[in-house]
């Protein structure tokens, strides 16, 4: 299994950028899909996931009403568009995928057992 991340950069504050998820090896259709992020000094933490049959979706707290995940099944590509971005949101990101996740666990990051090597998103003030 492979996840290969994209789509990071430098953004100002206020703006936007979309990260993509590639994912080969395997059907996915069990699995949930999840981004996570990792600051400098920081512990790894949750941002967002997604079921692949079906569409179901989590988000943490602080990116609520400011990101998007969604699927593209035929590209098997997830994608977190991330609008109004803040200096806090600095951190690189990382895709994972986790098998037969509940809904209760989607924010777990010791539950996915696959992970892409991560995109640096900064945003300057």
């Known amino acids: 299994v492979q996840l290969q991340a994209s789509g990071g950069g430098l953004v100002q504050a206020g703006g936007s950028l979309r990260l993509s998820c590639a994912a080969s090896?395997?059907?996915?259709?069990?699995?949930?899909m999840g981004w996570f992020r990792q600051a400098p000094g920081k512990e790894r933490e949750f941002v967002a996931a997604?079921?692949?049959?079906?569409?179901?979706?989590s988000y943490a707290d602080s990116v609520k009403g400011r990101f998007t995940i969604s699927k593209d099944m035929a590209k098997n590509t997830v994608y977190l568009q991330m609008n109004s971005l803040k200096p806090e949101d600095t951190a690189v990101y990382y895709c994972?995928?986790?098998?037969?996740?509940?809904?209760?666990?989607?924010?777990?990051?010791?539950?996915?057992?696959?992970w892409g090597q991560g995109t640096l998103v900064t945003v300057s003030s």
């Open positions: 994972a995928a986790a098998p037969r996740l509940i809904y209760s666990d989607f924010h777990q990051g010791l539950r996915y057992d696959y």
């Open positions: 090896g395997r059907t996915f259709s069990n699995y949930v």
């Open positions: 997604i079921r692949w049959s079906g569409g179901t979706t």
